[in-house]
Every structure is written in C-alpha cells, then in structure tokens.
C-alpha cells in the first residue's frame, strides 16, 4: 500500500493565493485519480476536485486541482483567499479497488 | 442536487452488532459505486468499504475485514453497513458517499461498555 503525505497545516492571508501538496510514497501519482476535500469544523466533508482537476457544480473557480509527476504530488490550490476557506483539507486517491486518504491538512486564512 | 443520508449510528457494547443505512435522493443511485468512510473522533478520514454499482465487487480496509459486510439495494436506493464484533476503536461519524461529489451528513457509532 502506498501513503498519501500531506503538510498539516498552512496559513496565508485573505485575498492570497495557497497551494497545498499531497505525496504519494510510491508508485506513480498519474496511475489513479486524485480527489481533494474540504471539512469545516463540526461538519461533513465536502468535494472540491475530483478526476485530479474536475470541480464538482457549485464549487467555485478558485480551486484548482493539479498533478505533477516529477515529485509525484498532487497540488490543490486556492486563489483569492477567503476566510470561509479556513478547513482541512483531504486528498484521497485508489490503489486497485482501496481507497486511500492523505492525513489532512488545516488551513488557517488569517 | 443529490443527497445521501445516513442512519442507523448510536451506542453499542463491544462485541456487539449496529446496522448502518445510507438513503439516497435526487441521484442515479445505481449509477455510482457507494463507500463508507470514518472519522473517529478529533482524527482524520479513513475508508472503510466500498461497494461497485451492481455489487459485483467489494472491499473492505484491513481493520474491519471479516466483521463487516457492505451491501446494497438498488431498488431502495439504499446501501448498508452490518457491523458485528464492535470494538472501541470502532468509534467514529461513519459518511456514506460516492468520492467525486456526493456525501452524507454521518451518522455517529460510540462503542463502550
């Protein structure tokens, strides 16, 4: 089973833009999709990508989703800050027919 | 929009059984593969199980293979979780959701004596 290596937290201030990483420990990050979520305190997780850099309806232009095979990381960047951002955030992605998800990492907008 | 909700969640003994549900609306339900995943408390997210469109494959994480069971029903649109031989660090909100956009509000299983 490989690990998906997130920071655990960030901070930037309103109106910046963030980009937080996620690692995979082995095997190559392009083999499956990467998801990223976002959990407010007190409530459920919440889709922000998926397919690596797809946003579900609603979700706002300023996420963005990206892979990089060369530190074999995926990227979830926040442009244009805003303190309604301040959550954890979650990547996930498959090894054959296991999901497997990142540690989290908290995102503090101050 | 398409929604999914969980019941079922409560406190049990351990080495006991509890018997999830997870109802959806609004959505192709067969359309999508269905997952349960937990967040114990004050920690991160784990998968538990997972279920394709026509239960033709399963799976389940390591930590609770050979105590729970995932099945679906298609014509109630509903998925469920049977969870037998609860333990403490079964402890968690357990989410039913599909992973690229639809998720559940949890329900909460407190194991404790």
């Known amino acids: 089973n490989f690990l998906l290596t997130q920071p655990p937290s960030v901070s930037e201030s309103p109106g910046k833009t963030v980009t937080i990483s996620c690692t995979r420990s082995?095997?190559?990050?392009?083999?499956?999709?990467v998801q990223w979520y976002r959990q407010r305190p007190g409530s459920a997780p919440h889709t922000v990508i998926f397919?690596?850099?797809?946003?579900p309806s609603g979700v706002p232009d300023r996420f963005s989703g990206s892979i990089d095979s060369s530190s074999n990381s995926a990227s979830l960047t926040i442009s244009g800050l805003k303190t309604e951002d301040e959550a954890d955030y979650y990547c996930?992605?498959?090894?054959?027919?296991?999901?497997?998800f990142g540690g989290g990492t908290k995102l503090t907008v101050l | 929009e398409g929604q999914l909700v969980e019941s079922g969640g409560g406190l049990v003994q351990p080495g006991r059984s509890l018997r999830l549900s997870c109802t959806a609306s609004r959505l192709t339900f067969d359309d999508h593969a269905i997952h349960w995943v937990r967040q114990p408390p004050g920690k991160g997210l784990e998968w538990v199980s997972g279920?394709?469109?026509?239960?033709?494959?399963?799976d389940y994480a390591d930590s609770v293979k050979g105590r729970f069971i995932v099945s679906r029903d298609n014509s109630k649109n509903s998925l469920y979780l049977q969870m037998n031989s609860l333990r403490a660090d079964d402890t968690a909100i357990y989410y039913c959701?599909?992973?690229?956009?639809?998720w559940g509000q949890g329900t909460l299983v407190t194991v404790s004596s």
């Open positions: 279920i394709t469109w026509n239960s033709a494959a399963v």
């Open positions: 996930q992605s498959y090894e054959t027919s296991t999901v497997v």
């Open positions: 397919d690596d850099n797809k946003r």
């Open positions: 082995s095997g190559s990050i392009t083999t499956n999709y």
């Open positions: 959701t599909n992973l690229e956009e639809f």
